[in-house]
């Protein structure tokens, strides 16, 4: 996947917004909850969404994949796609989308007075 793929994705998303921050990363959020990063410093190609707590375990063995930096050490479930062979286009899209449902899901929006 490509950095412009990433973004497609990710902008196609309902409600979310992308700001470029940490460096040159590509940070996208559901209202002000990040659900998807593009890049991290100036390593090659990586890719970083939350995950239920099962897909985290089951994801951080797979090589090309690791348990997010700075994010997973302070118990967050989040993974970094950062080498091959790692996941799938199909699988990356499917687990990007899912971070999304899972943070969406976790804010409760209340109507404005």
């Known amino acids: 996947m490509t ?3 990433f973004n497609a ?3 196609a998303l309902p409600a979310t917004n992308h700001v470029v921050q940490w460096g040159k990363s590509h ?3 559901f209202g002000d909850k990040v659900f998807a990063i593009g890049g991290w410093a100036d390593a090659g190609p ?3 969404f939350k995950t239920s ?3 985290y375990e089951a994801l951080k063995q797979r090589p090309g ?3 997010a930096p700075y994010l ?3 118990g967050m479930k989040w993974i970094q796609h950062f080498a091959e062979p790692g996941l799938s286009d ?3 899209k499917s687990h990007i989308r899912q971070s999304h449902r899972i943070v969406s899901s976790g804010l409760i929006l209340f109507p404005a007075d």
């Open 46 to 48: 990586a890719f970083t």
């Open 90 to 92: 199909e699988e990356l």
């Open 9 to 11: 994705l990710c902008g």
């Open 72 to 74: 997973a050490s302070r």
């Open 3 to 5: 950095y412009d793929d």
């Open 53 to 55: 707590e099962i897909a």
């Open 65 to 67: 994949l690791r348990p």
């Open 27 to 29: 940070v996208w959020k």
